[in-house]
């Protein structure tokens, strides 16, 4: 009878999931090395961009950019090109990230914590809440973008193309998350 009751604890354990991170989100005003412009959207009401870039690693490509977008449904997006213009994804694509000094942690596409846009030029952050996975890449990174001065982004396409960008993003985006609970840190 104990190992049943055993056996339905451990599997019990592996079904739950902890609810996704609490965030409050605010509108601040940009600084920094953010810059904010307001898209003119004559169908779906105008919405807010911030941006930093960084320098590109060739003549041939874009500057690499980390962009804050929020719209006048209420939405909000997290993305970042890396200056490629066809970024090769058959599935594996890498990225891992670094704040400040902070560790460096990969971020997860098959726990929705992103995915390569259609036109295989960005990577979008996501916020999963689904039964199986609770993460919530792009608020956590949200939460850290006022905080730190400068974030490394790395990406590893399936085509072995390796693209480090280093952004400077001290001040602010015109949009942010905030944990509750950093109001009791010091």
Not at 96 to 124: G, H, T
Not at 140 to 154: G, H
Request: with cysteine; charged share 25%; net charge negative.
């Amino acid at each position: 009878m104990h190992k049943y009751l055993i056996i339905a604890i451990l599997l019990s354990a592996c079904v739950s999931t902890p609810p996704l991170k609490e965030y409050h989100y605010a509108y601040v005003e940009t600084s920094g090395s953010w810059t904010t412009r307001e898209i003119e959207d004559p169908l779906d009401g105008n919405w807010q961009r911030s941006a930093v870039y960084a320098n590109k690693s060739s003549w041939i490509e874009t500057n690499p950019g980390l962009f804050v977008d929020t719209y006048a449904s209420g939405n909000t997006s997290l993305f970042f090109t890396n200056g490629d213009g066809y970024i090769c994804d058959l599935g594996s694509l890498k990225v891992r990230v670094k704040f400040d000094d902070e560790e460096v942690f990969s971020l997860n596409r098959y726990q929705d914590e992103f995915r390569l846009a259609n036109n295989n030029e960005r990577i979008a952050l996501y916020d999963s809440g689904n039964i199986y996975t609770s993460h919530t890449a792009k608020s956590d990174f949200l939460a850290k973008l006022p905080k730190a001065d400068s974030v490394i982004i790395e990406t590893i396409d399936d085509c072995g193309t390796v693209k480090q960008m280093n952004f400077n993003i001290e001040g602010s985006p015109h949009y942010i998350a905030v944990d509750p609970l950093d109001s009791f840190k010091d």
